[in-house]
């Protein structure tokens, strides 16, 4: 198969023929306007002030005559001044009209017979009756002369008028013709110039244009994962590189779709694996984790107020090392689950799952004196949802911000709703995180430094769990932290418009069975009973200032907003 012309070639000769007609279009315009402005010029500059001189000759010697006609009825000084003035006016408009006349034979003699019938009047009849005496009529034989005289003037200058009238239209009719010429070859030669192009641009279309236009179509097509298309190899050479280029990379991607199967197929069995190997290396830790965790049991009991302080120690590290280890392995089999279940999702009220998870923590978090207070809408927060997952999560952020607070401190949790994003921020005003380690966040096992010097215990997975659990529900994660400040935690969810309403909390209140409100009850003396422990306190009594007793912290609260620091997004 032909290689085909470059494209440098294909337009060459489109290029040369444009340039071509471009450069005979300029140069018949501007000819054009300079022959045209010629003309312009002569007629303008030299015809018509000639012809005006000429029409002054005849204004000069008409004055000149009807000055002698006044000086003879009336004698005026003034009319002598007027035939002097028109006489010395006379000779410069014949010179200019002589100038002109130099070179045109015709002009030449109507202008020198015009000269001399002036002269002949002059000298016989304007001359002589200035100087007579003023106020006497000439003899009618003088009057008779002058006027044969001034009748010859009359008919040269008629002549001579007739020659400048026909010159001026001559030169007119070829200005114009200059103009209207130039004018015409312009146009023809542009539709020349259009005709040529309506060529070149049918043969480009041909040679270039179609086969890139086949060559987009091609690149649609694979980009829409039709994965047998191929380019044709026609039109110019680099058009036909391009196309071979593109095969050769769709054959590429051929090859490699072929690799990440297999690749694909392995890893998914690799990911069986590592379910499997967690879960049984899980399973075989726990139960001997059990079976240590029954006899520390046990002997605690046998050896109770028997042991030393120093085999106490050893036996309350044991135990404190064994429930470690059994959080650790909690924490992986959750991870596990995270990243490789599949999500079930259903519509549930998010207001709803947080105050369950704040119920879970409240006892927890009273132990320390630590209070934990909601600010949620009264309506409906639809979110589509895993619900044991998304309860583990918000579990997951909720337990840090309590195990990271102060004795006594408070936790707020803030849900927001705008427009279609819900949002749940968990504040607390705890040991915050260092700068320097915000960017680690998320990553597996990592631990804050001042929670490692403060020995505060943890796996360093909980964030993790937390955030696989959050991507797989399409969320935001964006952490505010500052060291000795207190941290914020935001959780960004969809708000799910469309299907059934969740149960709202209210409906859900009505309708409770007496087990649960039972079991509420249980967990609010429990939580009373620990902060009893925590501050010396009951929970009926006032305070020493004499106080209001505090609301019942399982009602939902309006507290203000935990001012916002630069943050740090996890996705």
Do not use: C
């Amino acid at each position: 198969m032909s290689s085909g012309r470059p494209v440098a070639r294909l337009l060459a000769p489109v290029i040369l023929r444009i340039g071509v007609m471009a450069a005979l279009m300029a140069l018949i315009a501007v000819t054009g306007v300079v022959l045209s402005t010629t003309a312009v010029n002569y007629l303008t500059d030299d015809l018509q002030p000639a012809a005006a001189a000429n029409q002054n000759i005849y204004q000069d010697l008409t004055d000149m005559s009807a000055a002698v006609e006044a000086w003879s009825s009336s004698g005026q000084q003034a009319a002598v001044d007027d035939y002097r003035q028109a006489l010395l006016r006379l000779p410069a408009h014949e010179q200019e009209v002589r100038q002109f006349a130099a070179g045109d034979d015709e002009l030449e003699i109507l202008v020198t017979r015009q000269e001399r019938t002036a002269e002949a009047w002059i000298e016989k009849y304007a001359g002589p009756r200035i100087e007579s005496t003023g106020g006497q009529s000439a003899s009618p034989q003088d009057v008779r002369a002058g006027m044969q005289e001034f009748d010859s003037i009359r008919s040269s200058h008629q002549a001579t008028s007739q020659a400048f009238d026909s010159r001026v239209r001559q030169a007119s009719t070829d200005a114009s013709f200059r103009l209207k010429g130039t004018i015409l070859a312009v146009v023809l030669l542009a539709i020349a110039a259009w005709y040529v192009v309506s060529r070149a641009r049918r043969r480009l279309m041909t040679e270039l244009s179609e086969p890139l236009l086949s060559l987009e179509k091609v690149v649609h097509r694979m980009a829409k994962n039709d994965y047998e298309v191929r380019a044709e190899l026609k039109g110019p050479k680099e058009v036909r590189a391009v196309a071979t280029a593109l095969n050769e990379f769709a054959d590429a991607q051929g090859r490699a779709r072929a690799v990440e199967g297999r690749i694909t197929t392995e890893l998914r069995t690799l990911d069986t694996a590592k379910d499997d190997f967690v879960s049984n290396v899980s399973h075989e830790l726990r139960t001997p984790l059990t079976t240590i965790s029954g006899y520390l049991e046990m002997v605690a009991e046998e050896f109770e107020d028997a042991m030393q302080p120093r085999h106490e120690r050893m036996l309350e590290a044991t135990r404190r090392n064994v429930a470690r280890l059994k959080q650790l392995i909690d924490d992986l089999l959750a991870l596990s689950k995270a990243e490789s279940r599949t999500t079930d999702m259903d519509t549930i009220d998010l207001a709803l799952l947080v105050r369950e998870v704040v119920t879970d923590i409240r006892i927890t978090a009273a132990r320390r004196g630590i209070h934990v207070e909601v600010t949620a809408p009264v309506e409906v927060v639809p979110v589509q949802a895993d619900r044991a997952m998304l309860h583990r999560a918000f579990l997951n952020v909720l337990t840090n911000a309590v195990k990271f607070s102060h004795d006594g401190g408070d936790v707020a949790v803030d849900i927001t709703t705008s427009g279609r994003i819900v949002e749940v921020a968990i504040v607390d005003h705890g040991i915050g995180i260092p700068a320097a380690e915000i960017d680690r966040l998320g990553t597996r096992f990592f631990r804050a430094s001042n929670a490692v010097t403060n020995e505060i215990a943890g796996t360093g997975l909980g964030l993790r769990i937390m955030q696989t659990i959050v991507d797989k529900h399409a969320g935001d994660v964006i952490i505010e932290s500052s060291e000795g400040v207190g941290t914020t935690v935001a959780v960004r969810l969809r708000v799910h418009t469309d299907g059934p309403p969740p149960v709202s909390l209210e409906a859900l209140l009505s309708e409770e069975p007496p087990a649960v409100a039972e079991i509420e009850a249980q967990v609010e003396k429990e939580a009373a009973e620990a902060t009893e422990e925590a501050t010396g306190e009951t929970a009926d009594q006032p305070d020493e200032t004499g106080a209001e007793p505090a609301p019942d912290p399982g009602l939902p609260r309006i507290v203000p907003a935990f001012p916002r620091r630069p943050s740090t997004s996890v996705k």
